[in-house]
């Protein structure tokens, strides 16, 4: 008996290592979207050294736009508000998602159902975590604010789930005296 749940236990260890080399490799993982290269309002890139964004942005705002970090679910200063405004990037000030396109997933982080334009955010394959998924970045600073998915609601079916960290939330009127 003893023999036969270790012989189990080896049998399920092996499976799932064998399940997560396909995953790594993306073999099973479902498709991401298609990869896009946005174009920044203005049409200029902004370029900052290590050192500039360290000392533009705090701690976890660097962690999370320059190193591809995630906040964790329900912490996100964003993520449950109804304010009315435009969400820009917190590198750049570029406008990104409009608060009217804002909606609840049930995720614990701020979702949208798409930016403000289509040229505001790039798209990149994400293979981190065992995982195929879509990167969001801003445009013009290539700041990374979350993931989008295929799962939204209508009309474009996106779900572009996206971390506090990466954006501030601004009137909109001061967004359109910008433009």
């Known amino acids: 008996m003893k023999s036969q749940l270790l ?15 396909f995953m790594s490799r993306g073999v099973m993982a479902p498709a991401s979207l298609p990869e896009r290269e946005g174009k ?19 701690p976890e ?11 964790r679910s329900c912490t996100g200063a964003f993520w449950n508000t109804k304010d009315d405004g435009v969400y ?8 990104l998602f409009d608060s009217l396109t804002k909606f609840d997933s049930g995720t614990g982080w701020p979702s949208f159902k798409e930016p403000v334009a289509e040229d505001n955010v790039s798209t990149r394959t994400d293979r981190s975590h065992f995982m195929v998924r879509s990167e969001v970045l ?9 993931h989008v998915f295929p799962d939204g609601p209508p009309p474009h ?15 909109r ?3 359109n005296e910008k433009r």
């Open 138 to 146: 801003c445009s013009r600073c290539d700041a990374h604010l979350g």
């Open 173 to 175: 009127f001061a967004v």
């Open 88 to 95: 820009v990037c917190v590198g750049c000030d570029q406008p």
């Open 157 to 171: 079916g996106l779900r572009f789930c996206l971390n506090s960290a990466a954006l501030k939330l601004v009137p």
């Open 7 to 21: 012989v189990l236990l080896f049998l399920g260890f092996v499976a799932a290592l064998v399940f997560w080399a």
């Open 40 to 58: 920044p309002v203005g049409g200029a890139k902004v370029v900052k050294t290590d050192a500039e964004w360290r000392a533009q942005l705090s």
């Open 61 to 71: 705002q660097y962690r999370v736009t320059r190193e591809h970090g995630t906040e």
